[in-house]
């Protein structure tokens, strides 16, 4: 082994090795289970970012987890086709390269373009996924626009739509003037805005006066602009201001239009003036009121978000209608929406119906990809009939056939399902799967697989001219499939027969409702056990929470908090850093805010960890559900411990190579250290295999990081320095044989979440202890042998320890060198008397020791520092050891210096203006400082006493 552990060195060469040799495919054997993962699929515009990483290191533990336990375990990987997002990157690219649009191109030859830029720039994230050590079966990888996954997605809309579960119908939804598009609510982002909120006064018809005795109501609104769309004016039932006026009319400004005041408890009595105007085309809340009153819809925009000549008028379920006249005023006529929105305000005033303007911050929602805001607009678009989906679905949580650790994302789910809206699935895009449904001349919908179908099953003449509709289906649609798609579904493949249901679903709390669940929905659907009973797709979600800055803050490039995993695995020069952040950002000032936040951060840029490092933080981050405040202090210490375990590895493997380690016979004489080592190692086992059985990643590191720092390493491998050193023959080969079984072991345990370190180390160790195989993934997990621990040597080594250690404390405490030797005295029983007397060798060696002397009941005990040992006391005669008056006037200048310490942090604390300005992540940094230095604080003055006395 190199002296230095260098993960550069090592890595990429190793994984290629690994991929080769196919170790991440299936083994086949089924004997001892099958294991499946699925990867939740990245889209294929994107990159590796935190979250990826933290959620793939945990995939992997457990794959590697699984295999070593001797399960056939196949992780499946792919990617998803991102209809919005990869669109969008190709049009871009053409523009900037071409000075075209995807119209010059023409539906099919645009799609071609985004095939070519997939197979040249789409498969970045897959690339970056092999720097984690992800070790999914490459040969699987599947794509959501494969023919397979096509024709899986093909087959499920034709089934759902011959079951009366898919129809196309006139609904509100979330549209994206400038994408030309309807987008799901995980597109939309709401920003707070500044804005106004207009109160409009609305004429009464027919002579009607208010309680107050006005001839108007008044009206607020963040969206005058909406007013051409109105159909009511909503008053609560309850409100004594308004009973009277129920069921009478308004004459809307501007458009003349007759509509009714209707009564429903949308409209708050204690909100505003508790009359509210309903435009149920144009406003979520007002389209549900518009549906319980049957009020006609009125479309007043085109798809671009400019107000129509003619409006669209519909009934309450979206049919035509003629309620109202179509006609539009004509001043408004082919307005933007926010040139229209002036207009309306300015017709308003100038006709004396602007009762006031306040200023009111909002929240407005956005498209993600487009950037503009969102339109709720009456569309026509395919929907699925979610709530017969969502029963069997339901079930399938309460019964326990599908667990979600932590349990109370369950409540989250069952909040969602059991209010299920229908769900929109169609877009208006290229890049996606075309629905397979066609039209002929009169807009009649005909469904199936292929033209050729539909003609067959509906029996349709040659020269019946057919169109297929335009949309393409949601992405969401395609990967609620993944489980059996990817699987060969609707094919009964092996694969599908082998691996399905999946054992674990690894994914963030967001996507619940718009994967999960919908992946539940449509596997219970389709697939089915031998006797007919659906299947789920996979028995457990485990859920993680977001990872985010040390301050707390949500990662964004926007915020310039961004940190990229390969930088961290790498390394990156702070030049390179603040070009990765700043160097496309159109806004100056705030490029200069994040270029020097990033050089307060990162001064020398960010230094070469390693994939262990990484993964090893990311797994003890993972406590259950919680989002994960990142720490680059943590990642610089699990790096020094992966730096600790390689020494430790060459310690052995100098101690052991080339020497008799016992593993062909001889005398074996093995030590207290041998037995206790072996014992801890079995409890670690146990601990450790508990918790991955739990999903508590972080408990696993932190029994990993507790055997391997504390225990092997400072402990075991100083106490066996004085047998290999001074011991017998039997003792030595003993200790060798204990140091290469328990690092063998060790490296197997740490192998899922260390995969790198640990094969390149056990390379060195494994053929030591008789093992010659070219991996350590394909060697067993070790297993908890209760034979194996040795209750008395765990008693012994624990006194044995805390005798060393309560040796150490007083040097420390007393500022006695390390070089002075000591003399211990102890008061003792039969039992610790020998303790003492068996490891007097140990005892002096590593707690610099002259003598150990038991003293005799009666005996007189010099002036000395006590320690007690359970039921021993342990005294150091300190005569001559120290100056008692220079000591205690370096404790007092200590002391006072704390004190200052204490004195200006509770000061910052108890600073009203302080704890109000500064960011809580502050605040808690001082709080710690402030516990730890009065932590030191009490020491001190308990030396001040010890010495005193002396």
Same mark, same amino acid.
């Given at each position: 082994m190199?002296?230095?552990?260098?993960?550069?060195?090592? *890595?990429?060469?190793?994984?290629q090795?690994?991929?080769?040799?196919?170790y991440?495919?299936?083994?086949?054997?089924s004997s001892?289970?099958?294991?499946c993962?699925?990867?939740?699929?990245?889209n294929?515009?994107?990159?590796l970012?935190?979250g990826?990483?933290?959620?793939?290191?945990?995939m992997d533990a457990?794959?590697r987890?699984?295999r070593m336990?001797g #399960?056939n375990t196949l992780?499946?990987?792919?990617?998803?086709?991102?209809?919005?997002?990869?669109?969008?990157?190709?049009?871009?690219?053409?523009?900037?390269e071409?000075?075209k649009?995807?119209?010059?191109?023409?539906?099919?030859?645009?799609?071609?373009?985004?095939?070519?830029?997939?197979?040249?720039?789409?498969?970045?994230i897959?690339?970056?996924?092999?720097?984690l050590? +992800?070790?999914?079966?490459w040969?699987?990888?599947a794509?959501?626009?494969?023919?397979?996954?096509?024709?899986?997605?093909?087959e499920?809309?034709? %089934?759902?739509?011959e079951?009366d579960?898919?129809y196309?119908?006139k609904?509100l939804?979330?549209w994206?003037p400038?994408l030309?598009?309807?987008?799901s609510?995980l597109?939309v982002?709401?920003?707070e805005?500044k804005?106004n909120?207009?109160?409009l006064?609305?004429? =009464? +018809?027919?002579?009607e006066?208010? !309680?107050?005795?006005?001839?108007?109501?008044?009206?607020?609104?963040?969206?005058?602009?909406t007013?051409?769309?109105?159909?009511?004016?909503?008053?609560?039932p309850?409100d004594? %201001?308004?009973?009277?006026?129920?069921?009478?009319?308004?004459e809307?400004p501007l458009?003349?239009?007759?509509?009714?005041?209707?009564?429903?408890?949308?409209?708050?009595?204690?909100?505003?003036?508790?009359?509210?105007?309903?435009?149920p085309?144009h406003?979520?809340?007002?389209?549900?009121?518009?549906?319980?009153q049957?009020?006609p819809?009125?479309?007043?925009?085109?798809l671009?978000?400019?107000?129509?000549?003619?409006?669209?008028v519909?009934?309450s379920?979206?049919?035509?209608?003629?309620?109202y006249?179509? !006609?539009?005023?004509a001043?408004?006529?082919?307005?933007?929406?926010?040139a229209?929105? #002036?207009?309306?305000?300015?017709?308003?005033?100038?006709k004396?119906?602007?009762?006031?303007?306040?200023?009111?911050?909002?929240?407005?929602?956005y498209?993600?990809?487009?950037?503009?805001?969102i339109?709720p607009?009456?569309?026509?678009?395919w929907?699925?009939?979610?709530?017969?989906?969502?029963?069997p679905?339901?079930?399938?949580?309460?019964?326990?056939r599908?667990?979600?650790?932590?349990k109370?994302?369950?409540?989250?789910y069952f909040?969602?399902?059991?209010?299920?809206?229908d769900?929109c699935?169609?877009r208006?895009?290229?890049?996606?799967? %075309?629905?397979?449904a066609?039209?002929d001349?009169?807009?009649?919908?005909?469904?199936?697989r292929?033209e050729?179908?539909?003609?067959?099953?509906?029996?349709?003449?040659?020269?019946?001219?057919?169109?297929?509709?335009?949309?393409v =289906?949601?992405?969401?649609?395609?990967?609620?499939?993944?489980t059996?798609s990817?699987?060969?579904?609707?094919?009964?493949t092996?694969?599908?027969?082998?691996?399905?249901?999946?054992?674990?679903?690894?994914?963030?709390?967001d996507?619940?409702f718009?994967?999960?669940?919908?992946?539940?929905m449509?596997?219970?659907?389709?697939?089915k056990?031998?006797?007919?009973?659906p299947?789920?797709?996979?028995?457990?979600?485990?859920?993680?929470g977001?990872?985010?800055?040390?301050?707390?803050?949500?990662?964004?490039?926007?915020?310039?908090n961004v940190?990229?995993p390969l930088d961290?695995?790498?390394?990156?020069?702070l030049?390179?850093?603040l070009?990765?952040r700043?160097?496309?950002?159109m806004q100056?000032q705030l490029?200069?805010?994040?270029?020097?936040?990033?050089?307060?951060?990162?001064?020398?840029?960010?230094?070469?960890h390693?994939?262990?490092a990484?993964?090893?933080?990311l797994a +003890?981050?993972?406590?259950?559900?919680?989002?994960?405040?990142?720490?680059?202090?943590?990642?610089d210490?699990?790096?020094?411990?992966?730096?600790?375990?390689?020494n430790?590895?060459?310690?052995?493997l100098m101690?052991t *190579?080339?020497?008799?380690?016992?593993?062909?016979g001889g005398?074996?004489?093995?030590?207290?250290?041998d037995?206790?080592?072996?014992s801890?190692?079995?409890?670690t086992?146990?601990?450790? %295999?508990?918790a991955?059985?739990?999903?508590r990643?972080?408990q696993a590191?932190?029994v990993?990081?507790?055997?391997?720092?504390n225990?092997?390493c400072?402990?075991?491998l100083e106490?066996? #320095?004085?047998?290999?050193w001074?011991?017998?023959e039997?003792e030595?080969?003993?200790?060798?044989?204990? =140091?290469v079984?328990?690092?063998?072991s =060790?490296?197997r345990?740490?192998?899922?979440?260390?995969?790198?370190?640990?094969?390149s180390?056990?390379?060195?160790?494994?053929p030591?202890?008789?093992i010659?195989a070219?991996t350590?993934?394909l060697?067993?997990?070790?297993?908890?042998?209760?034979a194996?621990?040795d209750e008395?040597?765990l008693?012994?080594?624990?006194?044995?320890?805390?005798?060393i250690?309560?040796?150490r404390?007083?040097?420390?405490?007393?500022?006695?060198?390390?070089s002075v030797p000591?003399?211990?005295?102890?008061k003792?029983?039969?039992?610790?008397?020998k303790?003492a007397?068996d490891?007097a060798a140990?005892?002096?060696?590593l707690? #610099?020791?002259?003598?150990?002397?038991?003293? +005799?009941?009666?005996d007189?005990e010099?002036?000395?520092?006590k320690?007690?040992?359970?039921n021993?006391?342990l005294?150091?005669?300190?005569?001559?050891?120290?100056?008692?008056?220079?000591?205690?006037?370096r404790?007092?200048?200590?002391?006072?210096k704390?004190e200052k310490?204490?004195?200006r942090?509770?000061?910052?604390?108890g600073?009203?203006a302080?704890?109000?300005k500064?960011?809580?992540a502050v605040?808690?940094?001082?709080?710690?400082?402030?516990?730890?230095?009065?932590?030191?604080?009490?020491?001190?003055?308990?030396q001040?006493?010890t010495?005193?006395?002396?």
């Amino acid at each position: 082994m190199e002296k230095t552990f260098n993960p550069n060195a090592i *890595e990429q060469a190793m994984y290629q090795h690994w991929e080769s040799q196919g170790y991440f495919k299936p083994s086949g054997d089924s004997s001892n289970g099958n294991y499946c993962i699925v990867i939740p699929p990245p889209n294929v515009t994107g990159s590796l970012h935190m979250g990826h990483a933290f959620q793939q290191t945990i995939m992997d533990a457990l794959i590697r987890y699984q295999r070593m336990l001797g #399960k056939n375990t196949l992780w499946q990987v792919g990617t998803d086709h991102a209809g919005i997002a990869t669109q969008m990157v190709v049009e871009r690219k053409i523009a900037a390269e071409e000075g075209k649009t995807r119209h010059d191109y023409g539906r099919e030859a645009f799609i071609d373009k985004i095939w070519q830029w997939k197979e040249e720039s789409g498969g970045t994230i897959t690339r970056q996924m092999r720097r984690l050590a +992800a070790s999914v079966d490459w040969d699987r990888e599947a794509f959501t626009m494969d023919p397979a996954l096509s024709h899986a997605v093909q087959e499920v809309f034709v %089934r759902l739509y011959e079951q009366d579960l898919i129809y196309r119908g006139k609904r509100l939804v979330n549209w994206d003037p400038k994408l030309h598009t309807a987008i799901s609510d995980l597109e939309v982002e709401n920003k707070e805005v500044k804005g106004n909120m207009w109160h409009l006064r609305y004429p =009464l +018809a027919d002579g009607e006066k208010t !309680a107050e005795g006005k001839d108007y109501l008044i009206v607020a609104t963040t969206r005058p602009e909406t007013m051409l769309g109105d159909t009511a004016v909503a008053v609560n039932p309850e409100d004594p %201001r308004y009973k009277a006026l129920i069921g009478k009319f308004i004459e809307l400004p501007l458009v003349g239009r007759r509509i009714p005041i209707v009564a429903d408890e949308h409209a708050d009595m204690e909100k505003g003036t508790g009359c509210v105007k309903i435009t149920p085309a144009h406003d979520f809340n007002d389209h549900e009121v518009g549906k319980r009153q049957h009020l006609p819809m009125i479309n007043i925009f085109t798809l671009d978000a400019h107000i129509r000549a003619e409006a669209e008028v519909y009934d309450s379920k979206g049919n035509p209608n003629d309620a109202y006249p179509a !006609a539009m005023p004509a001043e408004f006529a082919g307005l933007e929406r926010y040139a229209a929105r #002036k207009a309306i305000v300015a017709a308003l005033e100038a006709k004396g119906l602007m009762d006031e303007i306040k200023d009111h911050v909002l929240q407005q929602p956005y498209g993600d990809r487009g950037g503009v805001p969102i339109e709720p607009m009456l569309t026509d678009q395919w929907y699925v009939r979610a709530d017969v989906l969502a029963k069997p679905a339901i079930e399938a949580v309460e019964d326990g056939r599908i667990q979600f650790v932590p349990k109370q994302y369950e409540n989250m789910y069952f909040s969602w399902m059991r209010d299920i809206q229908d769900w929109c699935i169609s877009r208006q895009l290229w890049w996606g799967h %075309r629905i397979p449904a066609w039209y002929d001349n009169n807009g009649k919908v005909y469904v199936g697989r292929n033209e050729a179908e539909v003609r067959a099953n509906y029996s349709l003449a040659a020269d019946v001219a057919l169109r297929q509709d335009e949309d393409v =289906l949601d992405t969401w649609f395609s990967s609620a499939l993944w489980t059996f798609s990817t699987l060969g579904w609707p094919e009964q493949t092996p694969e599908l027969k082998t691996f399905h249901p999946t054992d674990v679903l690894v994914t963030g709390f967001d996507i619940i409702f718009f994967w999960v669940a919908r992946m539940i929905m449509m596997t219970m659907h389709f697939v089915k056990n031998e006797d007919g009973t659906p299947q789920v797709p996979f028995k457990t979600v485990y859920v993680t929470g977001l990872i985010r800055d040390e301050e707390g803050q949500k990662m964004s490039k926007s915020k310039g908090n961004v940190l990229d995993p390969l930088d961290m695995i790498d390394g990156i020069s702070l030049p390179d850093l603040l070009e990765k952040r700043t160097g496309n950002m159109m806004q100056p000032q705030l490029a200069e805010k994040i270029g020097k936040r990033t050089e307060k951060q990162f001064p020398d840029g960010i230094e070469a960890h390693g994939t262990d490092a990484l993964r090893f933080t990311l797994a +003890a981050l993972a406590s259950t559900g919680r989002d994960i405040n990142w720490d680059m202090k943590r990642l610089d210490g699990y790096r020094n411990f992966c730096n600790k375990l390689w020494n430790a590895s060459r310690y052995v493997l100098m101690n052991t *190579e080339e020497q008799d380690c016992g593993f062909s016979g001889g005398e074996m004489q093995f030590s207290l250290a041998d037995r206790w080592i072996t014992s801890q190692l079995q409890l670690t086992i146990q601990e450790l %295999r508990h918790a991955m059985d739990t999903y508590r990643f972080d408990q696993a590191a932190g029994v990993l990081y507790e055997f391997i720092w504390n225990q092997f390493c400072d402990w075991y491998l100083e106490l066996t #320095k004085p047998v290999l050193w001074h011991g017998s023959e039997a003792e030595q080969r003993a200790t060798r044989h204990t =140091l290469v079984t328990v690092l063998e072991s =060790l490296l197997r345990l740490a192998h899922p979440i260390m995969p790198f370190m640990t094969e390149s180390i056990w390379k060195s160790v494994a053929p030591l202890a008789g093992i010659h195989a070219d991996t350590l993934m394909l060697q067993a997990y070790p297993e908890f042998d209760a034979a194996k621990v040795d209750e008395v040597a765990l008693a012994d080594q624990e006194w044995v320890k805390q005798f060393i250690v309560s040796v150490r404390n007083i040097r420390a405490e007393m500022n006695v060198a390390p070089s002075v030797p000591l003399n211990v005295l102890l008061k003792a029983d039969a039992a610790d008397s020998k303790r003492a007397a068996d490891n007097a060798a140990f005892l002096k060696s590593l707690a #610099k020791l002259e003598t150990i002397t038991v003293l +005799a009941a009666g005996d007189e005990e010099p002036l000395s520092v006590k320690k007690l040992i359970g039921n021993t006391e342990l005294l150091i005669p300190m005569a001559g050891l120290i100056d008692k008056e220079a000591e205690l006037a370096r404790l007092a200048k200590e002391v006072e210096k704390l004190e200052k310490e204490c004195g200006r942090i509770e000061g910052k604390l108890g600073n009203e203006a302080f704890v109000a300005k500064a960011p809580e992540a502050v605040i808690i940094k001082e709080r710690e400082k402030l516990t730890d230095y009065q932590s030191q604080l009490t020491k001190l003055k308990e030396q001040q006493e010890t010495i005193k006395s002396l």
